[in-house]
């Protein structure tokens, strides 16, 4: 089996570093070709030179990009090279987008299946991100050996677009929380308690602790606003959940008001930061 991926960014670059250690990688493609030729170099695998020249040397192609827009262009540019081979996409985009294109492969002689994940860079360099699985039963065997080099938590969740939809249960969940936590955060720092005891408190003592508050609430004490999952992809996925819910008649209040304000910090110019650097949002509105 010959395995290519498309889009070297912050996760990309993970998954295909997991695949290219188990000698799976046949080949990689990046837009900004400079990220193909030093991944290239690093564990020589072949920088393909479009996506349509990776979709001849390989029989499973993954694809992780930013948004519709990007999936879109790929996708279309792969098509009709797309006979008898497997195409996963990981990237979170709008499920009708991603059925739409299903439908495009399948005709094309391809099966696609959307393979979203939850969790941060950190979690693909450990192999423990989850990753739900949206696509036809057929080749399903196969997808789930691919995605194993990088996840020991593969969910079959239903056929094309389901895995996104699920995807999307969880950032809705997701993008209100950590801004009802920079709103509590904000005001404990405005009571005059300690950043350091505030960590405490919403990681260990906090009856609405978790996983995300272990992971955010040292952030917010720091002010340390480095990338694990930007705020741009953030409010990506808000809309996108605005926009199905729209078809699907599910009301929204509280991601609705947490989109407004990822997209107020995106125009304090935070939108290639964290998106827990909402906090400064609150902490310059006061
Ligand atoms: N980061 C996380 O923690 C995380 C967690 C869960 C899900 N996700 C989702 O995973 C996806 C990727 O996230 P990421 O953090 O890896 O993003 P990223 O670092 O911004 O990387 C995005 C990739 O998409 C490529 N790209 C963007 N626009 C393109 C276009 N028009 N045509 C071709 N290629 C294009 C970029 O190429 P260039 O290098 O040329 O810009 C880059 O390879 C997103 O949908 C995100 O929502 C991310």
Redesign the pocket.
Known sequence: MRVGL????????RIAANLASDGLLAAVY???RH?AEEFSRKYSVLAADTPQDLAERTDVIIT????D??VL??VGALREKMKGKVLID????SPTTSVGLAQQIMAAGGLMYDA??????IAVERRQIVILVGGPQERLDLVKEVLSHTSNSVIYVGPNGYGLYA?LVNNLLLGAYVAAMAEAFNFGLKAGLDPRFLVDLLTKYSSARSPTAELKAPKMAQGDYS????MK?MR??LEIVQQEARRIRAPLPLSALALQLYRFAEGMGLSERDFSAILELFKRSA
């Open positions: 498309i889009g070297l960014g912050v996760m990309g670059w990046n837009r900004s990220k992780m990009l930013s948004d827009e990007a262009s790929i990981m990237s979170t985009i979203p994940v939850i969790g941060t860079s995807k990338v694990q999952f930007a992809h990506k996925d």
